[in-house]
């Protein structure tokens, strides 16, 4: 034996508890606990807020599809953001699949202690290679939000706002989001 690990596969993902969501990540199997209450609650009211005038049009542009929880297989990777969007001219329909195979526009990561460092890290380098252009890591324990834009295959801050801070923030700038909203309890 020559000491290297063998790479993850799809079998090993249908092979995860159903109470942990799995992912493969440069080869790698990461299980991780569902959401805690706090992430899930935030993940769900972010959802609704830019679902409403962007999937759905109501009081805003629409144009996207928002998506909650989405399996998305880019490459070899199996990644489940917390949210994601496309752009509606790049998906015109929703696929008839189990997963997605079209990278999103959008992804938000909502941390936790036990995925942060997943997702700043290998998952966040991942969408990048993906080319997905916007990338938002909401943090409910911090009462904090992050937003990146993809520059020649980098990831550049875009801005770090936090508490109860009216954010106009890429690609959804139209909408005044409330971050204290998202942190209600």
């Not at 959802?47 to 542009?61: A, N, T, Y």
Request: aromatic share 8%; hydrophobic share 40%.
């Amino acid at each position: 034996m020559n000491g290297s690990k063998r790479e993850a596969t799809f079998a090993d993902l249908e092979a995860i508890a159903p109470n942990r969501v799995g992912e493969i990540v440069a080869g790698e199997l990461y299980e991780s606990p569902r959401p805690a209450p706090l992430q899930a609650r935030a993940a769900s009211r972010l959802g609704m807020l830019l679902g409403r005038s962007f999937d759905l049009g109501k009081e805003g542009p629409g144009g996207w599809v928002i998506i909650h929880k989405p399996e998305l297989h880019l490459g070899s990777d199996a990644l489940v953001p917390d949210l994601a969007g496309w752009r509606r001219e790049r998906m015109p329909e929703m696929p008839h699949t189990a997963a997605f195979t079209l990278a999103p526009d959008w992804v938000c990561e909502v941390l936790s202690p036990s995925t942060a460092v997943l997702d700043r890290e290998k998952k966040m380098k991942a969408y990048g290679r993906e080319g997905v252009s916007h990338l938002w890591l909401l943090d409910p324990l911090q009462h904090s939000l992050e937003v990146y834009r993809l520059e020649n295959r980098r990831w550049s801050p875009r801005g770090l706002w936090s508490g109860g801070a009216t954010v106009h923030a890429e690609p959804f700038t139209v909408l005044s989001l409330k971050l204290a909203t998202l942190w209600e309890r």
